[in-house]
């Protein structure tokens, strides 16, 4: 027992000093902290003040884009998410390269530049909708209608959660109750 108890602090002492190693490094200046102060580069992202007119010029800069049948903006927070609609027969590559397009359109633009572009056509369908339900003057049950929607796609069906109708002639048949349906009691 006890020689087993010696091994481990000895193993202990072992790998706690494996840690340590000789520094060669001078000693800190007075004059730097520690503190690293940086510059920003690129401006912060501009606050969209009016929603309506910038959902109406981002439709207009991606519609604007080659290869693009119409485009939906909406405002959320302060970020805009546009959604484009292509031709449905046009190849996966050819889709990258238009909504890359449509993203160097909008990269010029200071309300654009950190918008969210997509290609997928139900998303796209989807934000139209949410934009109809805002001019509606219901944009949280709009949006809640259409989070509701995606997650029901989402989330799978599972042949084993599904309850037979009452009315169904197989249920019966199968759970040995009379087919009433067709005349038998």
């Known amino acids: 027992m006890y020689k087993w108890i010696i091994i481990m602090i000895a193993a202990a002492v072992v790998v706690s000093g494996c840690g340590t190693s000789v520094r060669n ?16 580069n690129a401006p ?4 969209i003040e009016d929603p309506a007119a910038v959902e109406v010029r981002l439709e207009e800069l991606a519609a604007g884009v080659e290869g693009v049948e119409s485009a939906h903006c909406v405002i959320v927070g302060n970020t805009a998410i546009v959604g484009i609609n292509v ?26 530049v950190d918008a969210f572009v997509t290609a997928d056509l139900d998303i796209s369908n989807r934000l139209a909708e ?4 805002i001019r509606h003057g219901r944009p949280i049950a709009g949006f809640a209608e259409e989070l509701a929607d995606m997650m029901g796609r989402i989330i799978p069906q599972v042949p084993r959660d599904i309850m037979p109708a009452d009315n169904d002639p197989k249920s019966r048949q199968q759970s040995g109750r009379p087919n009433t349906m067709n005349g038998d009691k």
């Open 25 to 40: 490094e001078p000693s800190p200046s007075p004059y730097h902290n520690g503190s690293v102060r940086t510059q920003q």
């Open 87 to 112: 031709d449905g027969n046009l190849e996966r590559s050819r889709v990258g390269v238009i909504k890359y397009s449509v993203a160097e359109a909008l990269r010029n633009d200071p309300y654009g």
């Open 130 to 133: 949410i934009g109809q339900d």
């Open 44 to 47: 912060g992202k501009k606050l």
